[in-house]
């Protein structure tokens, strides 16, 4: 039977010519086009306001950096390292974070909109607020994400294991859960909209019970 949960669409990125950008010129509020960066330490810098079009991370440190309200468009990030990240109320924009380690992730009121997330290690993912559309994290490991209070439409998780998920007060449409391994919930009711699997059900409902104080004897 054909699923009635709906994809994420996203379109591959393009092939562009890009420049070598000058790391140490770039700062706050800067606006970047088709330039690519290349084992480079942006640790610790203030980034705030920052704009990529069309650019590339490649083995680049954002250790601390500011990167508040930043603007990533059409952009590749590969082989990032963060053990803060700190990028809250800043837009993803058809947008790939691949091979990447991320410790704490400060990403709350950001707005998501076709990217791809794959074979990335993340801590805790703070996505509070956050608005998601088309949206598919493939074969990452994440110790906790929280989605408290997200708007998500058409995000999916293949091959992800996820140690702790907080849906609290979330909407969720055409959310597909069926390739997510996930050992904790939080916020159960903000489950509505998702789709799961038979198996996460039975786990569910015995997430729902412990939750209530329910003893199950068989």
Known sequence: ????????????????????????????????????????DFSGRDL???TLRECAFDGVDLDDANLRGARFLETTLSGVHAPILRMSRSTLRDVVLERSRLGSAELFDTTWNGVRVRQCKLGYVNLRGSHLTDVIFEDCTIDELDLGGVTATRVAFPGTTVKTLDVTRATLKHVDLRGLDFRAVHGLEGLAGATVNEVQVA????????????????
């Open 48 to 50: 705030a306001g920052l």
């Open 203 to 218: 786990e569910l409902a015995q997430l729902f019970a412990a939750q209530l104080g329910i003893v199950v004897e068989g």
């Open 1 to 40: 039977m054909k699923s009635s949960t709906h994809p994420p669409r996203i379109d591959a990125l393009r092939d562009v010519q890009r420049t070598d950008g000058d790391a140490a010129s770039v700062d706050a509020d800067d606006d970047l086009e088709l330039e690519s960066f290349a084992d480079t």
